[in-house]
């Protein structure tokens, strides 16, 4: 487990944030990433919740924001080193935006980004 304190977690997941190719990143409309301390549930690092771009609709229009959650305690907690934490982190943001643009779980795992 590492210890890293809430600030330097949430410096993680803006950097991560920078990786994501500007292309990209203009296509995330209507979106909130938040930083949470714990998981609702064991097992998770990072939840994305809403409906993703390839299910929207003309009935999408007023809806409110999807949201991608980066459990901060979750992550620190199964990593040994503070550069495993950044990866983790890296990792589990790219992993939820690929959720937002309807890449589901099995195609995430073949691509390595379980």
Not at 4 to 18: I, K, M, N, Y
Not at 81 to 99: C, M, Y
């Amino acid at each position: 487990m590492v210890e890293l304190s809430r600030s330097r977690f949430e410096e993680l997941v803006a950097d991560a944030l920078d990786t994501i190719p500007e292309e990209l990143m203009r296509h995330l409309d209507n979106v909130v990433i938040t930083v949470e301390d714990e998981a609702p549930e064991d097992g998770l690092l990072g939840l994305y919740e809403g409906i993703p771009i390839t299910e929207r609709d003309e009935g999408y229009a007023g809806a409110l924001p999807d949201r991608i959650s980066i459990y901060h305690s979750d992550i620190c907690a199964i990593c040994d080193t503070p550069e495993e934490v950044v990866e983790q982190v890296r990792i589990t943001v790219v992993h939820e935006i690929a959720h937002f643009f309807g890449i589901d779980d099995d195609r995430l795992h073949e691509l390595g980004w379980a």
